[in-house]
């Protein structure tokens, strides 16, 4: 489901299309799904002794995809989204069958393959356009541009010259370019991982995720917000689109918060902040994870392991939110009649846990199991359908019918990812071919003047602006190459540069003025998505902050000493409750104005890091000893006033 769509979910169903659209759709997602599964558990040279590219496979996909955002969009004439399919097909089969071909004559530059590359990256654009918006296009446009201006631009900012012919193929054909690694990684990862989501979600595993989080925190003070919480993040486990999340599990718990006596803004912001964080949830995160995998050319658990300590940051400081919220306006459990057991749940969806804990058990123990993720998350769904076509769910069974439903509509749920990884790889290939990328990473050092601190500020505000209208991938990819290089230049170990701007990529998701997430909530909520962002900004002011906090702490990502990490984690969810604390107003009792900056101040001083500028380590000792004085002053203020005030 693109991000970009923050309308969807609350606007009912989409008309049906006519039968023979319908009938293409569904033969052309069955496609794409069957060439995925079967490339990925290597069906291909099992069966038949066949070997092909992977850059093959990858133009058999992006075909696919491309025909199926064709027939699935509007256009004034039905033919012409026939003709963009067809077009798709044709061009995407054309260069599969001479792709052996073009690997020998590329340097020469034919001509078929020029034309061959100019009309599928029209096509891509195209696509793009209509699945993440018109921003990524004009960015895209943008540095190709640049590509022919840069050789005649001064210093720093002057690029390599490359011909029109030579660009076009280079992005068309090469593996650096549209077919390249960040669609390899869209087409054999992140569908299997969808095709997982999807399955999980029809078969009732979405249902299961949330009656545990009913159970778990229905019957606590501010339980409807906790439910929000503690949902969002085991279903951010599973699927890492914020706007999926949102809607997944915003229809339910935004209208219980409402009833329990939040705010239908407050109710949405917490939702969409919920949602947001399920792209840096282990261990199925965002796309953006798969990717960042792929450029620090690490396993992907690395990356999972490096998200873990920041993923239970983002929603401990949501979770402490919400609490504080809901002791100050005094709202008590959530209004749910007959919520089970927790122990009961558990047992009745059992199941759901196997394929699951299966596979973190190979994420984990690579070794042992040596199955790639991508396949191990195919076995994980393959085990996911039989359990449930067996056992069900609270006395409901999903019939094959549903579960072919289920992997088909997976052709429609990963189409977005598909079409911005080959868009990406426009970008990519444009700075390779070019060297922008150099250039800019040398311009920045000079702008920050060399100073790490205003640099990991200027890459904050570049990246959230960038994510203004664009999915996390999206943003994730041009923040990788155009800004990480140059905090790795300062010494920054890669990992924490490159989870650093996704990151702050992430969280454009709920800042405005675009914050698609909170709109996405909004919408739900019936309530203004402007508000819905600045509210959403509010509760979730600290993680502005934990980005910076991994960069020069590398015990942020399990990098340091067992003790190390115990305290840095320790000092800064203390950090995140005194902060918080002093924004919502309300501690152990409420805190009057001149309390409330004092909470603020020492706990922004407890979560700059310690080492990011000189007297920073002073700063932070400072804000601890000043908020364990500020906690001890307002307790003893707590115990005098409720002295005065009891009965005689």
């Not at 261990?283 to 994870?289: I, S």
């Amino acid at each position: 489901m693109s991000e970009t769509m923050a309308d969807t979910g609350a606007a009912g169903p989409a008309a049906a299309p006519p039968r023979p659209v319908a009938i293409a759709i569904d033969l052309l997602q069955g496609l794409l799904i069957a060439c995925v599964v079967g490339w990925v558990i290597d069906l291909p040279r099992r069966l038949f002794g066949l070997a092909f590219y992977t850059e093959q496979l990858l133009a058999v996909c992006l075909g696919l995809g491309l025909a199926l955002s064709f027939l699935t969009s509007k256009f004034p004439y039905r033919w012409i989204g026939w003709a963009g399919a067809v077009a798709a097909v044709a061009i995407c089969g054309f260069i599969t069958f001479r792709y052996e071909v073009f690997t020998y004559e590329i340097a020469l530059l034919p001509t078929e393959g020029i034309i061959g590359s100019a009309i599928l990256l029209l096509l891509v654009l195209e696509g793009t356009r209509r699945s993440a918006g018109g921003v990524l296009v004009v960015i895209i446009l943008a540095i190709c541009a640049y590509v022919f201006i840069g050789p005649y631009m001064p210093g720093d900012f002057a690029t390599r010259p490359v011909s029109v012919a030579r660009l076009l193929v280079y992005l068309g054909l090469d593996g650096n370019g549209v077919i390249g690694n960040i669609l390899a990684v869209a087409v054999l990862i992140v569908i299997p991982f969808t095709l997982m989501g999807q399955v999980l979600g029809r078969t009732g595993g979405a249902a299961w995720f949330a009656d545990l989080a009913m159970s778990a925190m229905g019957a606590f003070r501010g339980g409807a917000a906790k439910i929000a919480v503690v949902g969002s993040a085991l279903f951010g486990m599973i699927s890492g689109a914020a706007v999926s999340n949102v809607v997944a599990v915003g229809i339910v718990t935004i209208p219980l918060m409402s009833r329990s006596g939040f705010s239908r803004t407050r109710a949405a912001a917490i939702e969409a902040v919920g949602s947001t964080g399920g792209q840096l949830m282990p261990p199925v995160m965002g796309a953006a994870a798969f990717i960042m995998a792929e450029f620090l050319q690490v396993p992907y658990s690395a990356v999972v392991i490096a998200a873990i300590i920041p993923a239970a940051l983002y929603y401990a400081a949501l979770f402490i939110s919400v609490d504080l919220v809901a002791a100050r306006d005094k709202i008590g459990a959530a209004q749910v009649e007959n919520i089970p057991p927790f122990f009961e749940i558990l047992r009745s969806g059992w199941h759901f846990a196997i394929p699951i804990a299966f596979l973190i058990a190979t994420l984990a123990w690579p070794e042992f199991f040596q199955i790639p993720i991508e396949r191990a998350a195919v076995y994980a769904t393959a085990l996911l359908i039989v359990l449930s076509l067996v056992f069900g769910y609270r006395g409901t069974r999903v019939t094959p019918r549903e579960m072919g439903r289920a992997v088909l509509d997976t052709g429609k749920a990963a189409l977005d990812i598909l079409l911005i990884g080959a868009a990406a790889g426009m970008v990519v290939g444009a700075l390779n071919i070019s060297g922008i990328s150099f250039g800019l990473t040398l311009q920045l050092i000079a702008a920050s003047g060399e100073n790490l601190f205003v640099l990991l500020v200027l890459t904050a505000l570049i990246s959230i602006v960038l994510g203004m209208g664009m999915p996390t991938v999206s943003v994730y990819v041009l923040t990788a190459s155009l800004l990480a290089p140059s905090i790795i230049k300062l010494g920054v170990q890669p990992m924490a540069a490159h989870m650093f701007v996704m990151y702050f990529g992430m969280l454009s998701m709920i800042t405005p003025p675009v914050a698609i997430a909170a709109y996405a909530a909004a919408n739900i909520a019936r309530v203004p998505g402007w508000n819905t962002g600045w509210v959403a900004v509010a509760i979730g002011w600290s993680t502005f902050f934990i980005p910076f906090l991994f960069v020069t702490e590398p015990s942020m990502l399990l990098a340091d000493t067992w003790y190390q990490v115990i305290w840095d984690l320790t000092r800064n969810v203390f950090g995140i409750v005194v902060g918080t604390a002093g924004i919502v107003g309300y501690f152990l009792a409420p805190l009057s104005w001149p309390f409330r900056a004092f909470f603020i101040a020492t706990g922004i001083a407890i979560l700059i890091p310690p080492h990011v500028f000189p007297g920073a380590e002073l700063l932070d000792w400072f804000g601890l000893g000043g908020s364990i004085a500020g906690i001890v002053v307002h307790y003893l203020q707590k115990k005098t006033g409720q002295r005065k005030t009891a009965p005689l």
